[in-house]
Nanobody
Framework: QVQVVESGGGLAQPGGSLKLSCVVSGRTFARYAMGWFRQAPAKERVFVAAITGNSGSTQYADSVKGRFTISRDNAENTVYLQMNSLKLEDTAVYYC????????????????WGQGTQVTVSS
């Protein structure tokens, strides 16, 4: 396991943007696929976006396609989630997670999780 720390959450207006960052400890960051998940109040945590290790292939939930972009900087051990055209329903706690195996869209594949960062979209 590695340590995962998210940052960058906050308050945004509908149509606005936020960029989340996630820093991972360790020297083998490029081996890890990274995922972003979110949990809205009174709802289950769900997949948002993921990116594989060296190849950087990405996958997105349908609800965020075209609005959110996941990227990574292996030299900085950091993964990002650029969120544009934010909607009220994007309000949630966003979690970053790391995995070296399994489906990158499944929470069950991930064994290292951050504490989460709150994103609130409100007018």
């Amino acid at each position: 396991q590695v340590q995962v720390v998210e940052s960058g959450g906050g308050l945004a207006q509908p149509g606005g943007s936020l960029k989340l960052s996630c820093v991972v400890s360790g020297r083998t960051f490029a081996r890890y696929a990274m995922g972003w998940f979110r949990q809205a109040p009174a709802k289950e945590r769900v997949f948002v976006a993921a990116i594989t290790g060296n190849s950087g292939s990405t996958q997105y939930a349908d609800s965020v396609k075209g609005r959110f972009t996941i990227s990574r900087d292996n030299a900085e051990n950091t993964v990002y989630l650029q969120m544009n055209s934010l909607k009220l329903e994007d309000t949630a706690v966003y979690y970053c997670a790391a995995t070296t195996y399994g489906s990158i869209t499944s929470q069950r594949s991930y064994n290292s999780w951050g504490q989460g960062t709150q994103v609130t979209v409100s007018s």
